[in-house]
């Protein structure tokens, strides 16, 4: 007749993943004893990972203590059942890129450790100052949306795209440049300049910024152009 724990730990988002300031990382721990006989009073010990911050209130179920490290107490590890334990953090950032490791321990008698999640912190790649749509009439009085953006600095940026929407969700977004709009390197002044806005439509554009390798850090927006409103006006009759 003995015990065995098993311990295990998945993560949401996946294991891998790109991760960068402001990102939520929720883990859950497994724990399943594969003896024959209860397992009684087995710790479960983790602790926040550098370049994070615990999310209060995300503990499930909630600590005996915490949150650094946070510890579980299982009072019954049953033969063949699952116990999971799960919290989310806020990725805080590391100096420079690097990445953001977990583990936890379960037991004391032996401890036994789970996988290493590991993930990927990208720090964040420009400082945005403004986005704007501005509408307007092109050389030729057509009407167009101007989308200016202003960066203060740049980190290993390739370039842009902008993406419209008639409406709020970022999902119902498409590309509306063509291709990349080529970073400066340093921060500046950038614009694109949509000739298929319709007045009679309202647009909400996002700036999208890419990495020299081909990774999208992130999306900013919307900026909002509004339709054109069109009035009827009417001239005395005069005899």
Same mark, same amino acid.
């Given at each position: 007749?003995?015990?065995?724990?098993?311990?295990?730990?998945?993560?949401?988002?996946?294991?891998?993943?790109?991760?960068?300031?402001?990102?939520?990382?929720?883990?859950?721990?497994?724990?399943?004893?594969?003896?024959?006989?209860?397992?009684?009073?087995?710790?479960?010990?983790?602790?926040?990972?550098?370049?994070?911050?615990?999310?209060?209130?995300?503990?499930?179920?909630?600590?005996?203590?915490?949150?650094?490290?946070?510890?579980?107490?299982?009072?019954?590890? *049953?033969?063949?059942?699952?116990?999971?334990?799960?919290?989310?953090?806020?990725?805080?950032?590391?100096?420079?890129?690097?990445?953001?490791?977990?583990?936890?321990?379960?037991?004391?008698?032996?401890?036994?450790?789970?996988? *290493?999640?590991?993930?990927?912190?990208?720090?964040?790649?420009?400082?945005?100052?403004?986005?704007?749509?501005?509408?307007?009439?092109?050389?030729?009085?057509?009407?167009?949306?101007?989308?200016?953006?202003?960066?203060?600095?740049?980190?290993?940026?390739?370039?842009?795209?902008?993406?419209?929407? *008639?409406?709020?969700?970022?999902?119902?977004?498409?590309?509306?440049?063509?291709?990349?709009?080529?970073?400066?390197?340093?921060?500046?002044?950038?614009?694109?300049?949509?000739?298929?806005?319709?007045?009679?439509?309202?647009?909400?554009?996002?700036?999208? %910024?890419? %990495?020299?390798?081909?990774?999208?850090?992130?999306?900013?927006?919307?900026?909002?152009?509004?339709?054109?409103?069109?009035?009827?006006?009417?001239?005395?009759?005069?005899?």
């Amino acid at each position: 007749m003995f015990w065995l724990l098993r311990a295990s730990k998945d993560s949401e988002p996946t294991i891998g993943s790109y991760v960068a300031s402001g990102d939520r990382i929720t883990y859950t721990i497994w724990v399943t004893n594969v003896g024959n006989i209860p397992a009684i009073n087995v710790p479960i010990t983790d602790s926040i990972p550098a370049g994070t911050s615990f999310v209060f209130g995300s503990d499930i179920p909630p600590v005996v203590s915490g949150p650094d490290p946070l510890v579980w107490t299982l009072p019954s590890a *049953e033969p063949g059942v699952a116990y999971s334990f799960s919290f989310a953090v806020v990725v805080t950032g590391l100096t420079g890129s690097g990445s953001i490791v977990n583990v936890a321990y379960v037991g004391n008698s032996p401890v036994t450790p789970t996988n *290493e999640i590991v993930h990927v912190f990208v720090p964040t790649a420009i400082s945005l100052v403004s986005l704007t749509a501005t509408r307007g009439l092109d050389l030729d009085g057509y009407p167009i949306v101007t989308v200016a953006w202003v960066i203060a600095s740049e980190s290993n940026t390739l370039g842009y795209r902008v993406l419209r929407s *008639e409406t709020s969700n970022r999902l119902s977004a498409t590309v509306a440049s063509n291709g990349i709009i080529a970073a400066y390197g340093d921060g500046g002044t950038y614009a694109w300049v949509d000739a298929e806005a319709l007045t009679s439509r309202g647009y909400y554009y996002w700036l999208e %910024e890419i %990495e020299l390798d081909g990774q999208t850090v992130t999306d900013y927006g919307p900026a909002y152009a509004p339709l054109v409103q069109s009035y009827r006006s009417y001239l005395p009759a005069i005899r």
